[in-house]
């Protein structure tokens, strides 16, 4: 599903990842751990299409992931619905005027019917419990209300592929409780997840796999 063969990637004369060879298949959910400053936002990045290999090659389901590929409208447009990535900051993200109009971004530019996009939206706001929030600006909404936007926005495009930056950060109990029994459920229903976490509870209860980065910005064997 997702191979990565002999990655590397550097800003300016920084190293960020040096020699990455990764597969993961579908329906695994991987759990990346590392020092900070190791390149596993990097990685993630690279997966998610936002940047590309400086040297090695991307292959996503067959398809070689690279900048050129990604300028063909429709190409991309398949791709971006196959990969979510959350942020670890969701108002990087969240730009609209409204939860709703948040949420229906998406579906809208899969270019799906307005009934689709409308049962989309209304499927995801009451998913994670934010039906009263539809009409609220994403930015008058609290830490745990904006995570759970984002999540809704990215699961109203059913992507194949689920990726999560620090997924727990700024989040309270209950919060933490509920995004970790929606990851249990969407990855039972066939789905893959890559998670970058510090937290060895969150890592415990969704990994099936674990991958350590080093300072040396490898993959440690």
Not at 189 to 209: D, F, P, V
Request: hydrophobic share 35%; aromatic share 8%; charged share 25%.
């Amino acid at each position: 599903m997702i191979e990565l063969k002999n990655v590397c990637y550097a800003y300016g004369n920084e190293i960020a990842l040096r020699y990455i060879n990764l597969n993961i298949q579908k329906g695994e959910s991987v759990i990346i751990q590392g020092p900070n400053g190791c390149g596993k936002s990097t990685l993630i990045k690279i997966l998610n299409g936002i940047i590309f290999p400086m040297e090695g090659s991307y292959t996503y389901e067959d398809h070689e992931i690279t900048e050129k590929a990604l300028k063909d409208s429709r190409f991309a447009k398949w791709f971006h619905q196959q990969m979510g990535y959350v942020f670890q900051n969701a108002d990087t993200q969240l730009f609209c005027g409204s939860v709703e109009e948040e949420i229906a971004f998406g579906p809208t530019q899969m270019g799906l019917s307005e009934g689709e996009i409308k049962q989309r939206t209304d499927d995801c706001l009451k998913l994670f419990g934010i039906e009263k929030l539809r009409e609220r600006p994403p930015y008058h909404l609290s830490g745990g209300e904006k995570r759970k936007v984002s999540l809704a926005c990215i699961l109203s495009m059913n992507p194949e592929v689920l990726i999560l930056d620090e997924p727990l950060a700024g989040l309270d109990e209950s919060t933490q409780k509920m995004l970790i029994d929606f990851l249990k459920k969407f990855h039972a229903a066939g789905k893959t997840l890559i998670i970058i976490t510090h937290n060895n509870q969150l890592a415990k209860e969704l990994g099936t796999r674990f991958i350590k980065m080093n300072e040396d910005h490898e993959l440690a064997i």
